[in-house]
């Protein structure tokens, strides 16, 4: 028998949210994969699949207290660090990079789930070392370390994206576990020092897109191109859009990528401002009711991974909005549950899922031991 | 859901009401955080669709941005002496721009007139592109000359939509000269483009592939540029946002010599076979001839399938590149190797003579000299001079198979050379093993026989026959043929140079090779030696004659050679190096299906020899323009 305190606790609008942007994401891939001739039109079909198979696996992960996941935490991690390093030598390489998977017909991105391990692997340490006062230097080293190893894989595969985003979760974890402030200006100190040393280690074309998104004069041709095309397309948009499936821009292939990293300029070109804010405003809300749920949990594991969670997909959004509309260099991030990638969604849906379980599971926890 | 049992085993760790107080005011900043980073999202879409939206909408909707590619040139070829042998001048090309079309029927019949095409063949080229996005040019004629770009130029304001292009193509200046050994170039295909060799190269770029064209395309390939332009209607550029010059590959200077390469050439004008030379000092190639040459500017129009077939299908063999990839019996060229296996392996006093009836008989059969009327009484010397196959015949019984095919391997036969091109052969020592494992069936005694004078199983490519002439040469050392003596970039910094490298040393002493040399100045030079046809009067040169039996039929035994169907006729080789005191080139050349090497072969050798003196004693260079792309 299912205890009825988990409907009544259960976060319906949560849930409402991440079904409308699902929805809408689908959606706005038919439209991006509508006039392009061949094979891509079936992109917004195969999403549907995804995100079936990531609704499954949210249901899975809602059947079991979430508190187990700390007990979890070194195998998930474990695992996510194997696939990272298999990766590495069986990968499929697209494109130039190394960061596929493949099972038969199914290719995977171990590099997505990476980061929901880490972020678990993190929320685990931080509720098992318990710091009064602030955690000190010493007290980081784990968990720099916890991130360094996946972020040094992903950066071979190359992936800047998404190596990027896992070193702003842990900026983000540690300032909301607290830090020393001795310890937090010397790892400022630190991390400005080491800006040189991360730029000599980027790929050519990695720096190239820094620098056109600094002066976008110098690479016409690439980056500096696509992001000039994104802003033409949403700007286009004006307030009402030019209509479902009616963007010229990207119809015309004027926009790279634009079932992944671009999917919002297709958006914003066809539904103008008024549809880019109700998505800005359904991402928001998603963000404050995710907010909610770390807040409201009763206990620190839940508070810890809620906010991990929280971080990640409001990282991902940040950076590729901030791209898609030329507040940023241009780095290849998935939009949650807008861009097609079935990684992507099968990560977002499974910490969607976690946040559900950890606020539905909020009662038992009333009366602490 | 299971509950019970295991509530018991998690921990819960509250937090405490202090803690509580400062979590929520962590919450608090953070909730501001996120408003303001929505805010900015709020914001700029605000700017970019409602402040600037009518400026986006207009430059959408003329969709006037667009990117001109120029591909960067490939890097010159240039032989020894820094002559330009390939390099690349600008072409023209007309294309077209369906974005800017009105009349897409009405344009092509004009352009047709114009360019005198079809206008079905330009359909056609518009129709294969059909897949492309809309603003990108497709190409409809290419290298057209100056006077019809000067007459499309004249009408463009009446053509909407129609570019004139400019792209580096591949010119070379002595025409088809040393073919093989540059290169053709092909369009780059889709698996190309994948593959970590080619990551600067666009599609639609011309990309080496063979010869040294390919195997340093990484050095010759330029880097592509392009620019960012605006476009009005008619698809004439406004302005232009950002613009990056091509940049040239890098010049590959070659050790090959221009002169020694056309002499080479124009002595074996209408024949088949392949003419290669070295410096025996240190493995530097001089020339690099496979005959008939190919047609490398054909391979940038692209072949029909009809040319195509008509190449593989020609019975002289045009394609392959026979220095390395023909494999043919040495013939009498190899009793060089035998004659250092008898003197090594002291099988025979070199002043012991034998008798040359003319016919050697061994087991119940007879094997016979090719003079017939016998060469009398035959020591060493005069064995190797006259190439008395008694005498020959003779060694190989008393050496062996497995000490001739040793002597062979040391001499570089059976195993490639490693040169860097590719499809190298590796010719074939024959040995009891590789015949029991080929044929299941033992070997006949009688087979070393004719193993010994290169007959038989024996299979060497014209490469390593020059190996061998090198170190008999040199004081025996197998050099790494060496193509490349630096790569240069266009500001003249040389980014790589070229040392040469010893593979292995021959199993034979000083004494001995001196022995053979002086053997082989005795075959050009003594007045009974079969290679008096290369002998010259300022330099003494040595050398080696051959002639390979195709087929061992007595039909085609006493005919003349002309009348012998050509594919049964034999091979002539024949390989020399000059000075015989000072040796500073060697050279190898086979004449496929045309008889006697001595009067064939010969001949071709002495004349690459005769120019390279020449020139060495009047060094002006005398290389005459054989008609590159532009005089055809």
């Known amino acids: ?369 | 859901m299971r509950q019970t049992g295991s509530k018991r085993d998690l921990r819960i760790r509250a937090f405490d009401p202090a803690e509580i107080e400062e979590y929520h005011r962590r919450f608090d900043r953070i909730t501001v955080f996120v408003i303001v980073v929505f805010a900015v999202f709020f914001a700029r879409l605000w700017y970019l669709q409602i402040i600037k939206g009518d400026e986006y909408l207009k430059r959408s909707e003329r969709n006037c941005l667009r990117i001109q590619y120029m591909p960067g040139p490939r890097g010159d070829i240039l032989d020894r002496h820094g002559q330009v042998l390939v390099q690349s001048r600008p072409s023209f090309s007309i294309s077209l721009v369906r974005e800017d079309v009105k009349d897409i029927n009405k344009l092509l019949n004009r352009l047709s007139s114009l360019l005198k095409k079809s206008p079905a063949s330009l359909w056609e080229k518009v129709v294969a592109a059909k897949n492309m996005p809309r603003y990108m040019p497709i190409r409809l004629c290419e290298d057209v000359d100056a006077d019809t770009v000067a007459l499309v130029e004249m009408h463009r304001f009446e053509m909407p939509g129609v570019t004139i292009e400019i792209e580096p193509k591949r010119n070379y200046v002595y025409g088809n000269m040393a073919a093989h050994l540059f290169g053709y170039l092909g369009e780059i295909n889709e698996k190309e483009l994948k593959g970590e060799l080619f990551k600067n190269v666009r599609l639609g770029e011309f990309v080496g592939r063979c010869g040294l064209e390919k195997v340093y395309q990484a050095d010759l390939a330029g880097i592509g540029g392009g620019r960012q332009v605006e476009v009005d209607a008619a698809g004439r550029v406004i302005s232009v946002y950002g613009d990056i010059p091509p940049v040239s590959g890098n010049n590959i200077h070659l050790t090959l010599d221009a002169d020694l390469q056309r002499v080479a050439e124009d002595a074996m004008a209408g024949r088949s076979g392949a003419v290669v030379a070295m410096d025996p000092r240190n493995g530097k190639i001089l020339t690099w001839a496979s005959c008939p040459n190919i047609d490398l500017e054909a391979f940038l129009h692209g072949l029909s399938r009809k040319e195509w077939s008509g190449l593989v299908n020609d019975p002289l063999r045009p394609l392959p590149d026979k220095v390395i990839q023909g494999q043919y019996p040495p013939g009498s060229t190899y009793k060089i190797i035998t004659m250092a296996a008898a003197l090594e392996e002291k099988v025979i006093d070199p002043t012991a003579p034998l008798y040359c009836s003319g016919y050697y008989p061994f087991g119940n059969r007879v094997y016979r000299c090719w003079e017939e009327k016998g060469h009398g009484s035959v020591a060493m010397h005069k064995g190797i001079v006259r190439s008395c196959d008694f005498y020959f015949y003779e060694m190989g019984r008393r050496l062996g198979v497995k000490r001739l095919a040793r002597y062979a391997q040391g001499f570089g036969l059976g195993s490639p050379a490693k040169v860097e091109l590719e499809h190298e052969k590796s010719g074939l020592v024959p040995t009891p093993e590789w015949k029991l494992k080929r044929f299941k069936v033992p070997w006949q005694e009688g087979e070393t026989i004719s193993i010994a004078i290169g007959q038989g199983f024996d299979l060497v490519t014209p490469l390593q026959m020059l190996r061998v002439i090198s170190a008999v040469a040199n004081g025996g050392v197998l050099y790494r043929p060496q193509f490349v003596e630096k790569i240069v970039s266009l500001d003249g910094k040389i980014i790589k140079q070229f040392k040469p490298i010893i593979d292995s040393k021959v199993p034979v002493s000083q004494r001995n090779l001196e022995i053979i040399r002086d053997g082989l100045a005795g075959v050009v030079n003594e007045p009974h030696g079969t290679g008096g046809a290369c002998r010259l009067s300022t330099v003494m040169v040595g050398g080696k004659t051959g002639t390979a039996q195709v087929v061992r039929l007595p039909a085609y035994r006493e005919k003349n050679v002309n009348a012998i169907p050509y594919k049964y006729r034999d091979h002539a080789w024949f390989v020399a190096f000059a000075p015989v005191e000072d040796p500073e080139i060697a050279i190898a050349v086979l004449v496929e299906h045309s008889g006697h090497g001595g009067s064939i072969a010969a001949p071709v050798a002495r004349a690459v020899l005769e120019e390279y003196f020449s020139k060495k004693s009047s060094p002006e260079a005398t290389l005459v323009r054989t008609g590159g792309a532009n005089d055809r």
């Open chain 1, 1 to 369: 028998m299912i205890d009825r305190r988990y409907i009544t606790n259960f976060d319906w609008p949560l849930l409402g949210v991440v079904l409308l942007l699902s929805m809408l994401g689908v959606l706005n891939l038919y439209s991006a994969g509508y006039s392009a001739t061949g094979s891509a039109t079936t992109v917004y079909l195969r999403q549907l699949y995804w995100l079936g198979l990531s609704g499954v696996i949210m249901i899975v992960v809602l059947s079991f207290d979430y508190r187990r996941i700390a007990e979890w935490a070194p195998y998930i991690y474990a695992g996510s660090i194997i696939t990272l390093v298999a990766v590495l030598f069986v990968g499929k390489t697209v494109s130039g990079s190394q960061r596929w998977l493949g099972f038969g017909s199914l290719v995977f991105q171990p590099s997505e789930l990476a980061k929901l391990a880490t972020v678990i692997a993190l929320a685990s340490y931080f509720y098992h070392k318990d710091v009064k006062k602030g955690y000190g230097l010493s007290d980081l080293l784990a968990p720099a370390g916890i991130v360094l190893l996946p972020f040094i894989l992903i950066v071979k595969e190359p992936d800047l994206g998404t190596s990027l985003l896992l070193l702003f979760i842990l900026a983000s974890m540690v300032l909301f576990v607290g830090i020393k402030w001795g310890a937090f200006l010397t790892l400022l100190g630190f991390g400005l020092t080491s800006v040189p040393f991360i730029w000599s280690l980027l790929k050519d074309y990695q720096k190239k897109r820094v620098e056109s998104f600094l002066w976008p004069e110098r690479d016409p041709l690439g980056s500096g191109y696509h992001a000039l095309q994104s802003k033409i397309a949403v700007g286009s948009g004006k307030i009402l859009g030019k209509g479902y499936l009616a963007g010229s821009q990207s119809k015309l292939d004027f926009l790279p990528e634009q079932h992944t990293d671009f999917a919002f300029s297709v958006f914003a070109e066809e539904w103008g401002f008024m549809g880019s804010i109700l998505l800005i405003i359904l991402y928001f809300l998603l963000i404050l009711l995710a907010l909610q749920v770390a807040i409201r949990s009763k206990e620190k594991f839940g508070t810890f991974l809620a906010f991990g969670i929280l971080a990640m997909i409001f990282w991902h959004l940040v950076v590729n909005v901030g791209m898609v509309l030329g507040l940023m260099p241009v780095v290849g991030v998935p939009l949650p549950l807008i861009s097609y990638g079935g990684s992507s969604a099968i990560t977002t849906l499974t910490g969607i899922g976690l946040l559900l379980n950890i606020r539905m599971r909020r009662f038992m926890l009333q009366k602490g031991p």
